[in-house]
């Protein structure tokens, strides 16, 4: 029996693997006009480092984490999140000073174990987007406008952003002991929320169990417990977006599944992905780099799961450009001049291919015509006596015979990709 792929893993084949790296480039572009740099973090980390930031009684610590012991008997973590390690790359390489800010993001798999479905796989991706030092408001609303406009460079529209506060240390626990004792006057509740009103009770307002739902209809909003300070970085919030023309639904029984989150919290809900349909989510955590060892300091990101945006994202058609030079050689000895030639080309930035097939010159153009190159270079016998090579424009259908050396081919190829690029940015 064949090898398979594991269940909630998925191969990116070629051409869709394409399909990715132009949505990432166009990520990458829109983070750098935010002026954000990027930081690549370890896929395994220590178990404790999401055990502590995330939160012991979260599903995904007791649930969800693909956890192992490694030879040394050290329990070790596929990362289910990058914030955490994030986190723990700035507070071990001392990367943050008091008054400076950090803009960083990071593109690439995490790993949770739960039900595969659309759009939702066991290994999945996302752009993670950090901002660290920053405590205005005003800060709130720009990394939520960058992933509004993030989204919009890749033509997702149908979309509607979330908001909610979560308070801080100093007023969530009013409204976590008024939510306990109503929840404790509860008595149809399903069996994750009566776990979870002992160990999480934040976590019971996402429920999506219809008749719990019907109940928390009745539940306390945090809205009514926030200290003076959290509610009026919230009013901030609210008037900042409302500048930025960012429309926006105070959303006050959005939670998020991880501890460290505080005051603002987001999510985008992308229309017509069915009930896994936010896109793009994230929050504050002011507290947790002092949590993981390090400084206190302020700070807010968000992540975009990058299989619901490939879902979503309005991707060109052709992504990969063909060749647009083709070598067709006829004989051993053309074949060796071809593939020195060919290199030549490579070296100087000419995306170019050869048939190193003994075949005929027919079924050598028809090869060409199924890739797409623009130009096929023929060299046979002749050729070789003689110094030249044809070269033959598939668009137009014309050819020429032009010396057979870098310097005989160059200027007519040259000339030909700033035609193509010059067309490309008409385009553009």
Sequence with gaps: MPFVAIRGFKDILPGEAA???????????????????????????????????????????????????????????????ATAGIIRAIVEHRLFRPGRVLKLFTIGPMFRYERPQKGRLRQFHQIDVEVIGAAEATVDAEVISLAIDLLKTLKVSEVDLELNSLGCPKCRPNFREALVAFLHRQENLCPDCRRRRETNPLRVLDCKNKDCQAIY???????????????EHFQKVKISLEGLNIPYRVNPRLVRGLDYYTRTTFEIIARGLGAQNA???????DGLMAELGGPQA??????????????????????????????????????RR??????????????????????????????????????????????????????RDMETHEQQELPFTLDGLWP?????????????????
């Design 217 to 231: 209809g009745e539940a306390p909003l945090i809205g009514e417990y926030l200290c003076p300070e959290c509610e």
């Design 412 to 428: 007519f190829i040259a000339k030909i990709q700033e035609t193509l690029h010059r067309e490309e940015r008409c385009k553009t």
């Design 298 to 335: 302020p700070a807010i990101g968000f992540a975009i799961g990058l299989e619901r945006l490939m879902l979503l994202a309005k991707i060109p058609e052709r992504i990969e450009p063909p060749p647009l030079l083709f070598f067709a050689p006829l004989g051993e000895e053309a074949t």
């Design 19 to 81: 399909r990715w790296a132009w949505v990432e480039a166009q990520a990458r572009q829109c983070l750098g006009a935010y002026n954000f740099q990027e930081i690549r973090i370890p896929v395994l980390e220590k178990t404790e480092l999401f055990a502590r930031s995330i939160g012991t009684s979260t599903d995904i610590v007791e649930k969800e984490m693909y956890s192992f012991q490694d030879r040394s008997g050290e329990s070790v973590t596929m990362r289910p999140e």
């Design 338 to 391: 071809c593939l020195q030639l060919a290199r030549e080309f490579r070296l100087r930035g000419i995306q170019t291919e050869i048939d190193h097939a003994p075949r005929s010159l027919k079924a050598k153009m028809r090869q060409a015509n199924r890739i797409g190159a623009r130009l096929v270079v023929i060299i046979g016998d002749n050729e070789l006596v003689s110094g030249k090579a044809i070269v």
């Design 279 to 285: 896109v793009a989510a994230g929050g504050r955590y």
